[in-house]
């Protein structure tokens, strides 16, 4: 690393080591200080220690303008900012603080589950079985009930309704209050407000080949890094030149593709739902961009797909109920984060819950999951006031977070 560095801009290892004890201490910060703890009013959010760790974490600073202080070289400063896309916001109006995540990446390491993230739904699905959770699949809600200020169960498409001491949401959050949610019960505060993070469009393809050029993760910049991102969440449009990310996880994981063959998932952040975009033929344009670029790369790959699977915003609001199509969810701009995000427990109807993306924490595989652990601490609360019982599950342990 240090050698590849210096070759680009002299000096800048040295820097680059600077920076990521930066992004230590940021990480540190965030976990101790705000993604592990819930936050009832913004008093406890802004304590003397609390104020004292945004400013130690540069939470008030934009994480572009803050590298550019490490680096001169365009190029380094687009490698150590583009990762606050795995949380679908720009590196020009994301939070210093997000200089955790390439800190992340190689101070505490990458963790890949045996047979792709989706062995994480099936865990959690065995673990749920084995302490007597009844899942019912294919069945949709049709809304939340209510008497009076408190939930009462959900009612089902097919008329059927499930009563419920407790109701927990995993919905997106903002969709939920707009489509299962009576507003003369409870509603969503600031919802015309609220900023939304980009969309995703993925290919996953199929090869009748391997790409031995191609690791596990491999991020394509495009040139004009800046305007990209003034596309993608001001003039909504998909930046002539994207940068995109391809993950081949069959490179770490054999049994993700047949032998001799390799898996590729394809991430080209664009905007998410907007009225001037038409996904049925923009899709296409941005298809197209991937494959010219990888073939720019020497990588000519398009004719060797066997099988291709696509997904568009609009297959991200229709199949996952993701509101605008926002593959990340709610924004994490500074006003979006703490308890300035939408709480995980209603205000009004206290046995009314949401976890996920769009409440607290934050977006992303690791602050979702915090959700979980940080809503059932709700619930518990809520439940002792009830009468009711629920069996105890600590925080996660830091450790067990990275």
Not at 82 to 91: D, K, V, W
Not at 198 to 222: I, K
Not at 239 to 250: G, I, L, Q, R
Not at 329 to 342: A, D, E, K, T
Request: glycine residues 8%; contains cysteine; aromatic residues 12%.
């Amino acid at each position: 690393m240090g050698e590849e560095l210096e070759r680009i801009e002299p000096g800048s290892f040295g820097r680059f080591l600077r920076f990521l004890a930066l992004g230590r201490v940021q990480y540190l910060t965030s976990l101790d200080r705000f993604v592990t703890r819930n936050f009832d009013h913004l008093g406890q959010f802004l304590t003397p220690a609390s104020v004292a760790g945004i400013f130690r974490a540069r939470a008030h600073r934009r994480l572009y303008s803050v590298a550019s202080e490490f680096f001169r070289d365009e190029r380094l400063r687009a490698a150590v900012t583009f990762q606050t896309m795995y949380l679908g916001i720009s590196p020009y109006e994301s939070p210093a603080v997000y200089g955790l995540l390439p800190f992340s990446e190689l101070g505490v390491g990458i963790w890949f589950p045996e047979g792709g993230l989706y062995a994480l739904p099936r865990a959690l699905e065995r673990l749920a079985r084995e302490v007597g959770v009844r899942i019912a699949y294919r069945t949709r809600v049709k809304r939340i009930t209510f008497e009076g200020q408190r939930a009462r169960g959900v009612l089902l498409d097919d008329g059927t309704h499930l009563a419920a001491d407790l109701v927990l949401c995993n919905a997106d959050l903002p969709w939920t209050y707009r489509n299962l949610i009576d507003p003369a019960v409870t509603r969503l505060r600031r919802a015309g407000r609220l900023r939304f993070t980009s969309g995703g469009y993925m290919l996953y393809l199929g090869l009748d080949r391997q790409v031995p050029e191609l690791g596990h993760h491999n991020v394509f910049l495009g040139m004009d890094y800046h305007g990209s991102f003034e596309d993608i969440f001001r003039r909504f449009r998909v930046p002539a030149d994207p940068s995109f990310y391809v993950a081949v996880a069959s490179r770490t994981d054999p049994s993700l593709a047949p032998a001799g063959r390799d898996g590729l998932y394809v991430l080209v952040p664009v905007p998410r739902q907007h009225p001037s975009l038409e996904w049925a033929t923009v899709g296409p344009t941005v298809r197209a961009r991937v494959f010219a670029r990888l073939r720019e790369e020497g990588l000519d790959l398009e004719r060797h797909v066997v099988t291709e699977h696509v997904f568009t915003p609009d297959d991200w609001a229709a199949r996952f109920s993701l509101e605008h199509g926002s593959a990340f969810g709610l924004s994490h701009h500074f006003f979006q984060v703490g308890p300035f995000r939408p709480s995980n427990q209603d205000p009004k109807v206290r046995n009314l819950f949401f976890v996920g993306a769009s409440t607290q924490p934050g977006t992303g595989l690791p602050m979702v999951m915090l959700s979980a652990e940080l809503v059932v601490e709700r619930m518990r609360r809520e439940a002792a006031a009830m009468g009711a019982r629920l069996a105890p599950a600590p925080l996660l342990a830091p450790e067990a977070v990275a």
